[in-house]
């Protein structure tokens, strides 16, 4: 069964920690995308890759950074923790870009409480 | 821009009843329309999609027709299940080269026995 694995299901992170969430996909799609799921906001774009060493910001991209120095893992990272960080975050992958949409494939998602 | 927009919730039904999650969209040129489910405790599943206007998407006894007239792409179910608990998002991808999701806010759906 194909899927996307994010490393940590819940996280506690201090103010001021530098913060990796990890996501791996195993289909070998070409895009991947770390949301951000809040209460009556919904999903929200943080930043996406559409390939190996290629980034692009979201919609919210303040405060995060990204790393994909392999095609299958794609890293979210959050360079100095804020409480308002806090949130469930959400990676998904797929294929080609310009293919048809329909094939997102999300992880189970991380939690991260910044206390 | 691009935008969506799902009516709030909670929405609570009886078992068996009849579901209607409204959604309309904004968006420019000619976008492909979707439902996603997330159920508790996992991450979201593509529940059904539309890619141009009178499609009807159904899966799993779910429906949506792409309106396009009315910019609504709202999600039916004829009787619906305990199961079928879960938070719902309508999205909408802008098509072109890239395929970013724009997703609504979500409608948390509660059926009761």
């Known amino acids: 069964d194909v899927k996307v694995t994010q490393s940590s299901r819940y996280l506690v992170k201090r103010t001021g920690e530098k913060v990796f969430l990890e996501c791996v996909q195993d289909?070998?799609?070409?895009?991947m995308f770390w949301y951000r799921q809040d209460p009556g906001l919904g999903l929200r774009l943080i930043y996406f890759?559409?390939?190996?060493?290629?980034?692009e910001k979201g919609d919210i991209p303040e405060g995060y950074s990204v790393s994909r120095e392999k095609k299958e893992r794609f890293s979210l990272i959050l360079e100095s923790a804020s409480t308002n960080q806090t949130s469930m975050y959400l990676c998904?992958?797929?294929?080609?870009?310009?293919?048809?949409?329909?094939?997102?494939?999300f992880g189970s998602g991380t939690r991260l409480t910044v206390v | 821009g691009n935008s969506v927009t799902q009516m709030e919730g909670p929405v609570t039904l009886s078992e068996e009843a009849f579901l209607t999650i409204n959604c309309t969209y904004t968006?420019?040129?000619?976008?492909?329309l979707f439902w996603y489910v997330q159920y508790p405790g996992e991450g979201l599943q593509l529940l059904l999609k539309?890619?141009?206007?009178?499609d009807k998407g159904s899966n799993k006894g779910f429906e949506a027709t792409y309106r396009k007239e009315t910019t609504s792409f709202h999600l039916e179910k004829g009787s619906v299940q305990v199961s079928d608990s879960a938070v719902y998002f309508c999205?909408?991808?802008?098509?072109?080269?890239?395929?970013?999701?724009?997703f609504g806010t979500g409608t948390l759906l509660a059926v009761q026995p």
């Open positions: 890759s559409y390939d190996v060493k290629m980034k």
């Open positions: 998904a992958s797929s294929p080609t870009r310009g293919q048809p949409l329909f094939l997102y494939t």
């Open positions: 999205a909408l991808s802008p098509g072109g080269a890239t395929n970013k999701l724009i």
């Open positions: 289909m070998d799609h070409e895009n």
């Open positions: 968006a420019t040129g000619y976008p492909s």
């Open positions: 539309a890619t141009k206007a009178d």
